[in-house]
T-cell receptor
Framework: SQQGEEDPQALSIQEGENATMNCSYKTSINNLQWYRQNSGRGLVHLILIRSNEREKHSGRLRVTLDTSKKSSSLLITASRAADTASYFCATDERIKAAGNKLTFGGGTRVLVKP | NAGVMQNPRHLVRRRGQEARLRCSPMKGHSHVYWYRQLPEEGLKFMVYLQKENIIDESGMPKERFSAEFPKEGPSILRIQQVVRGDSAAYFC????????????FGQGTRLTVV
């Protein structure tokens, strides 16, 4: 399996329910980022969580990071139809003096039914 | 402050032609990254550039693909003698200096080779 794999691959829920997706990775990281991609569009940055952080919140989003298990989860609470999108986790790898090369998982496709 | 700008948004090329994809990073960002996304898959790193320097091109195919980020002007991803397998969405991202900063993505260029 590759770095940054999401689970499940697809998720279908009713509006108002919570959506949880997980990401596993293999190597040591500096940080882990979650992105959202609407069909046919670019990526929208959601949250960055550093390797020394365990949990982070942003609005209806909650991200956890467990570096001992090399895993992260993204929770979307009180989902809305507009949350329908693909969600990707991305881990970074330091490149020489600066910069971060991101490795993406295959994504979780979330469908929120009204 | 405009985001990462990519153009064109859509590009159609016949087999054997050249494709040129442009990316202007966000103001103040000196790091540019190119990624490729095949349908229903996550993004795959291609190349990382700073002004006038290629820092990491480990994800670039050995032939036909090249990238540059000149002192003046946008970053260019060039694909020579395109083949059908090059059809994909190509995303550019930029970040400030430092490896723990967010990478912001453009809307992508969707290349179709006919």
């Amino acid at each position: 399996s590759q770095q940054g794999e999401e689970d499940p691959q697809a998720l279908s829920i009713q509006e108002g329910e919570n959506a949880t997706m997980n990401c596993s990775y293999k190597t040591s990281i500096n940080n882990l980022q979650w992105y959202r991609q609407n069909s046919g569009r670019g990526l929208v940055h959601l949250i960055l969580i550093r390797s020394n952080e365990r949990e982070k919140h942003s609005g209806r989003l909650r991200v956890t990071l467990d570096t001992s298990k090399k895993s992260s989860s993204l929770l979307i609470t009180a989902s809305r139809a507009a949350d329908t999108a693909s969600y990707f986790c991305a881990t970074d790898e330091r490149i020489k003096a600066a910069g971060n090369k991101l490795t993406f998982g295959g994504g979780t496709r979330v469908l929120v039914k009204p | 402050n405009a985001g990462v700008m990519q153009n064109p948004r859509h590009l159609v090329r016949r087999r054997g032609q050249e494709a040129r994809l442009r990316c202007s990073p966000m103001k103040g960002h000196s790091h540019v990254y190119w990624y490729r996304q095949l349908p229903e898959e996550g993004l795959k790193f291609m190349v990382y550039l700073q002004k006038e320097n290629i820092i990491d091109e480990s994800g670039m195919p050995k032939e036909r693909f090249s990238a540059e980020f000149p002192k003046e002007g946008p970053s260019i991803l060039r694909i020579q003698q395109v083949v059908r397998g090059d059809s994909a969405a190509y995303f550019c991202a930029s970040s400030r200096e430092g490896g723990d900063t967010e990478a912001f993505f453009g809307q992508g260029t969707r290349l179709t080779v006919v």
